[in-house]
């Protein structure tokens, strides 16, 4: 049974301290790609129940994307995005139309209304012109944009997403048994045709003295997982209720962090956290965050059971003042909102 939200908390902007000290926990997630309910699944599940009502933020191991296979993602990315500007906007995201896939320059994303210090490749599901939704025009459904300078690239990425993929629907098992409901659930309701998107970031190494710049500001995921594999620079912040706190890369595991729908399927039990990305490593950052999310056109009302939330006080407790439990429609109405501030000149283009 889901039970009763968390009472909010006071979040503070004190001074970014270290997690080195094992405040976010380190989840084997390897038992959960059994078909059958075990006692590790279960402890399993346990361990995430007490994430997401923590910090909402954790690292996975055992989730079965290989050293080698992030070492050839570094590689091609890092070959991308060292690429002349003319180069990469062969395939920048106005030439990807309403799939809304492509390369987008430094400052060319917004957080809360502010550039980002980043540049980016927007990725996700390869869908081909005869796929139903393709036809029909769907925004964020489509094909990918590849750079002919690397070619490798969409192998590369292809191989990554499912790979990911898959560990994210092991993960939302784990989270269905959290939550007291059949491991199934969330397959059989709201991610048999998940909204897969997927980014790779750079962050260019900053100097040390001037104007004080964020890779990305503050903000909240919008689905249901994040799964983060990033490079040895660091630069993940967290807000956790005692502040900001650094979530450093750890050796074979990916980071994890729940986002707005869960948040609103639990009715504030597990709660989406605010994170920003600040590189001050002196080198460049990459990153690749890939979005496990709903089905584009799946409704997403409360899960049976779930305590209503009070909606003043949530919107109280974001730094943007919008509660997810006051929306009202499709995942991809709730999706399509969020991005269309994150690109206003492109979505005016393609919408």
């Known amino acids: 049974m889901v039970r009763a939200p968390l009472s909010s908390g006071s979040l503070s902007d004190g001074d970014v301290s270290s997690l080195s000290g094992g405040r976010l926990p380190v989840i084997d997630m390897s038992s959960l790609f059994a078909r059958e309910r075990t006692e590790a699944r279960e402890r399993v599940a346990r361990e995430i129940e007490r994430a997401c009502r923590d910090t909402g933020f954790f690292y996975v191991s055992g989730h079965g994307v290989s050293e080698s296979l992030l070492d050839r993602l570094e590689r091609v990315s890092r070959r991308f995005f060292a690429l002349s500007r003319e180069e990469k906007e062969a395939i920048a995201m106005p030439k990807g139309g309403a ?9 060319g994303e917004l957080t809360s209304g502010k550039p980002d210090r980043k540049e980016g490749l927007y990725l996700g599901t390869e869908l081909g012109p005869e796929h139903p939704r393709v036809r029909e025009g769907w925004p964020l459904h489509g094909a990918n944009l590849w750079p002919a300078e690397v070619p490798e690239l ?10 990911v993929t898959r560990a994210g629907h092991a993960l939302m098992e784990g989270v269905a048994l959290s939550l007291g409901l059949e491991a199934d659930y969330f397959a059989k309701t709201y991610t048999a045709d998940p909204t897969v998107l997927f980014r790779v970031f750079h962050y260019p190494a900053e100097p040390e003295e001037g104007e004080e710049r964020w890779g990305v500001g503050e903000h909240t995921d919008y689905g249901l997982l994040t799964l983060l594999a990033q490079d040895a620079n ?13 979530a450093p890369p750890t050796p074979g595991t990916l980071v994890c962090n729940i986002g707005d729908m869960l948040d609103r399927l639990t009715g504030g039990w597990y709660r989406s956290t605010p994170h920003r990305v600040k590189n001050v490593s002196g080198r460049d950052r990459l990153s690749y965050p890939l979005f496990f999310d709903p089905d584009f056109a799946a409704e997403v009302p409360p899960l049976p059971r779930v305590r209503s939330t009070d909606v003043d006080e949530d919107r109280a407790r974001r730094w943007d003042g919008a509660s997810v439990h006051a929306f009202e429609g499709t995942y991809g109405d709730y999706l399509l909102g969020k991005v269309s501030k994150v690109f206003p000149q ?6």
């Open 99 to 107: 799939a809304w896939r492509g390369w987008f320059p430094l400052g």
């Open 154 to 163: 969409r192998d590369v990425v292809l191989e990554y997403l499912s790979v």
């Open 234 to 246: 660091g630069g993940l912040q967290v807000k956790s209720q005692g502040g900001w706190v650094e």
């Open 346 to 351: 492109l979505v005016r283009k393609v919408l």
